[in-house]
């Protein structure tokens, strides 16, 4: 299987890895880290150097009750990485829901449009322009993410009963209005949307039942890393003790490895080198297990 994307066909026969790069000074995890131009990139370099198969940029954050981004400064911090990053030789994501920005990224050279509105934003025209930019393009690849309300408001009123069956009914209708206007299934893939107006039990809901959601016939987008459920989950955390997002490497790592063995394609992460180890060691487990059958298989017969 792959996933098409403006200049890349990425093999998802194993999971692939794809680095955050945020330009904003408000992230939830790394704030202010990589909000220049030149520490994104120099940002950007190293998650290949450690092993990235994709990078992921975007400029304005969507921890909850983050403020709103202006286009223009969307653009004035996303463009000049953007610009730079398609030149290092690896599928260039950018993390946005603006289809002013779409465009203008896409014009750059980059590969996916990853959009936690799935393409339904509207902005002051009232109109969600997205899905015309996603399918006015030849090939640019798409992720449509579910999310509960908006960042604003999502974690106030999180979603009610189970969780499943709501997000797996969105994620196939959002994909398949896409495929409707011409856009090819093998662009796209989907995200649950961990965190985005869950709770933290249908988060973990959505991480033990995952493989539920490839009913909907696209590849699964999982980004567990650093979230605030995984600190709720982990020793201490019953008497009031939590884990700083910096602090979170085990518990991502773990949920991690969880969502690659439920058959996610792509894994969404900050620590990208120890990701990757980790996901080493399943693909290997994977390797040998195959192997073994298959000499099992050649001795019977």
């Known amino acids: 299987m792959y996933w098409q994307t403006s200049r890349f066909q990425i093999d998802l026969s194993r999971p692939q890895v794809m680095g955050i790069v945020n330009v904003t000074p408000d992230s939830f995890s790394d704030g202010a880290q990589h909000a220049d131009t030149a520490a994104a990139l120099v940002h950007c370099e190293q998650l290949i150097q450690d092993g990235a198969d994709i990078l992921d940029i975007g400029g304005e954050s969507t921890r909850p009750g983050a403020r709103p981004l202006g286009v223009e400064e969307e653009l004035a911090r996303v463009l000049p990485v ?140 999982l980004g567990w890393s650093r979230k605030s459920s995984l600190a709720g989950m982990t020793a201490g955390s019953e008497r009031g003790q939590t884990l700083l997002p910096h602090q979170r490497l085990a518990p991502s790592l773990a949920a991690a490895l969880l969502a690659a063995q439920r058959e996610a394609s792509v894994i969404r992460v900050h620590d990208v080198k120890e990701t990757v180890q980790v996901l080493k060691v399943l693909e290997t487990i994977r390797s040998v297990s195959t192997q073994s059958i298959n000499q099992e298989g050649r001795t019977q017969s």
Not at 100 to 113: E, H, P, S
Not at 137 to 160: A, N, R
């Open 82 to 221: 953007v610009r730079e990053a398609v030149r290092l030789g690896v599928p260039v994501s950018v993390d946005t829901y603006k289809p002013q920005v779409m465009r203008a990224v896409l014009d750059l050279g980059a590969d996916i449009i990853n959009d936690i509105w799935a393409l339904r934003w509207r902005g002051e025209s009232g109109v969600a322009e997205a899905p015309g930019v996603v399918a006015g393009h030849p090939s640019c690849g798409v992720c449509l993410m579910h999310m509960h309300l908006e960042p604003q408001t999502m974690q106030i009123q999180p979603m009610q009963g189970d969780v499943i069956p709501q997000v797996l009914s969105f994620l196939e209708r959002s994909a398949h209005n896409l495929c409707g206007l011409g856009v090819k299934k093998s662009r796209i893939l989907v995200d649950p949307g961990v965190g985005f107006g869950k709770t933290v039990a249908q988060n973990f809901v959505l991480l033990a039942r995952q493989t539920e959601l490839l009913a909907a016939g696209f590849p699964l987008l």
